[in-house]
């Protein structure tokens, strides 16, 4: 709504009105002031946020020009969980509409100097309500002792917020996608300047740095920050990942059916590698950098599934929280956690302490080749893990590095013409959460029927009721992180043949080449992943899988040789020729290997995804 000039009104204070006295032990606070492009308003904060009202003159609406509404309309009103930083301004200009200019001059006049103060919130974009636009709302008074008793007002409240960061660890991969992540960096860090949030900034040389960094850091360490910042991609996000979990949590390894086959001892426990045998047991190419599962890190992980989780570590996960600030190639994670890839909006997310729970799986290697000996090897991964067709695509890659992200194009085009397929065994933990796949049930009927036919997806959101649902954040058990491991009736189901590709993604996987992702209506803390499975086709059937992949409501999972499985546990094991698996976005050799999921296991700066 438009304000008005106030041309010979009295300025602000001398004939201001004001519901309550302004001193520092006000609750609430209710005032005039000027507000730039609008007018003077009457201001109201208390617990929820600051409220304005414009005040119009007795005579007229001075928002009607020449008798015609104005269509501008203000906003009037900022909710205190959207403000990020308020700011003391200097002495200066409040423009007093946001009328177009030739207009403002013939009604309003000339613009007044005032003492002033900003708020600094946002704005949701109309077209993309998850696209966050950074917004400052400019207050002025002739009072400088009130501007700056509102200040202090204001930030007491902000301060009060627990869940806002204050310290923050801040990885930069410098040739992260388009090599911008420097860019990216410099782009952001005037909000958290802004936002008061002290960062310590660490520019990779390096791979494997964030990980060492993180990894070799102590619990006393990490409890000097609220959470470490990732800008780059999915692999570099899960390197953080990594380096936070691997040395802390103490896990017992995933289950596994009776015949999974792999050595053990006379106690029944898998046989692992000493420490000692690391270098000369495993190529250099395959260690990834990622601790292997000692013998002592074993006997730990028994201990630690009688006793629950690390406490230690419970405790510092519960306020820790992992940041993405998206500079790579696909986003994956952050379209899913925040709903876009714009590194602002994330910036925003992190400054407000936004905050969802995300699933986590770990994966252990058993054999890295069939000739191997056993090496237990744990990795673990935030939103997808595939092998086959997606292991080929990021091997081919590599090659063309120089090309930026659009190596991905080109090396999945080259490896979609050579149609490779993998003969392997697939065992997943059936607990009844399988919905009917269409196409099984409807093998002879054409696709385009099948589109018709969609259930109804429950897609992943802002206070999602199915991530929420018996969530307790305060539980320590390894029972509440695997709730489906131990539900009654849970059997082992096997798929063996051909396969074009094996799958398991955590979460939808939406990016700007799959709108909707592999799987749509797939959760970020339901402790379920989603086992896709790609039989051996013909290329023009593959082709359409694809297609529908593209597609904004799409459906790439209804056909005959595709195999959907919402599962808590996996097993693989690949026969004959090899491919390797895409964790995150990086390789990692596997010919055997389990997986489990972990339900809500870390917590992100985010608040997921506005759709």
Known sequence: ?????????????????????????????????????????SLVFNSDGLFWEPIKSPDTDRSICFGIKSRFKAASEIKLSDIYAVELSHHGLIQMTNLPHSTEHLIFGTDIKLYRFMVHGFIRSKNQPSLWIPYTFTFGHKDFRVCEMWVNKLNASLNSDVGRPKNLLVFVHPRSGRGNGCKTWDAVAPIFSRAKVETKVIVTKRAGQALDVMSSMTYKELNNYDGAIAVGGDGFFNEILNGFISPRF?????????????????NGDSLLLKENERAKEIPEQCEDKIPFISSEDHSAAKASYNSDTDDEFHILNQRFRIGIIPSGSTDAIVMCTT?????????????????????????????????????????????????????DVITQSENYRWMGPKRYDYAGAMVFLKHRSYEAEIAYLDVGSDEPNLASKRKHEDISELNTQKSER?????????????????????????????????????????????????????NDKAPDGLVVDAHLSDGFLHLILIRECPHASYLRHLIQLTKSGGSPLNFQFVEHHKTPAFTFTSVGKESVWNLDGEMFEAHQLSAQVFRGLVCLFASGPQV
Request: hydrophobic content about 30%.
């Open 1 to 41: 709504m438009e304000g008005e000039k106030g041309n010979d009104r009295a300025f602000v204070g001398e004939d201001s009105h004001t519901d309550e006295p302004l001193n520092d032990s006000s609750s609430i606070l209710s005032s005039t002031f000027f507000l730039n492009h609008v007018g003077e308003v």
């Open 250 to 266: 103490k896990a017992p390894n995933p289950p596994t059916p009776s015949d999974f086959v792999h050595p053990v001892d006379g």
């Open 458 to 510: 429950s897609v992943c959101r802002v206070d999602c009721k199915v991530c929420n649902a018996n969530s307790d954040p305060t539980s320590t058990g390894i029972s509440s992180l695997t709730p489906h491991l131990y539900s009654e009736g849970g059997r082992w189901k096997k798929s063996k043949g051909r396969f074009l590709s094996v799958g398991a993604a955590l979460i939808s996987c939406r």
């Open 339 to 391: 709903g876009t890839r714009d590194p602002i909006t994330s910036a925003l997310h992190i400054v407000l302490g936004k905050k969802v729970h995300l699933d986590i799986a770990q994966v252990v290697r058993w054999k890295a080749t069939p000739r191997s000996e056993i090496q237990p090897y744990m990795r673990y991964t935030a939103s997808f893990a595939g092998y086959g067709f997606y292991g």
